[in-house]
């Protein structure tokens, strides 16, 4: 079954780091972008950035300079860098892929909580 997985979500303190993976099963092909998304308690779920295949990654002004998405084409996995973590990026951190013919998946999520 095609799916996303997230993965490396957890408990970090102010000014920590956390490396966060989605990985694209097999069956999915063709991809056009994947991204990742987060959402708060009471936020809309707000874009971070996004990568295509040829590896250029475009980010919002929100983490610009502190997160970081690269991918290991070689396995459909992505990777989100987040440096200088604050609390207020506690919040679900999600993936996303589209194809080129439009279809797209979401995963199912991974926790990152931001607290001393």
């Known amino acids: 079954q095609a799916q996303l997985e997230e993965s490396g979500g957890g408990l970090v303190q102010p000014g920590g780091t956390l490396r966060l993976s989605c990985a694209a099963s097999s069956e999915i092909f063709n991809i056009y972008a994947m991204a990742w998304y987060r959402q708060a308690p009471g936020r809309q779920r707000e874009l971070l950035g996004s990568?295509?295949?040829?590896?250029?990654?475009n980010y919002e002004d929100s983490v610009k300079g502190r997160f970081t998405i690269s991918s290991d084409d070689g396995k459909n996995t992505i990777y989100l860098q987040m440096n200088s973590l604050e609390p207020d990026d506690t919040a679900v951190y999600l993936c996303?892929?589209?194809?080129?013919?439009?279809?797209?998946?979401w995963g199912q999520g991974t926790q990152v909580t931001v607290s001393s």
């Open positions: 990568i295509r295949p040829s590896g250029i990654t």
């Open positions: 996303y892929l589209i194809t080129t013919d439009g279809t797209y998946y």
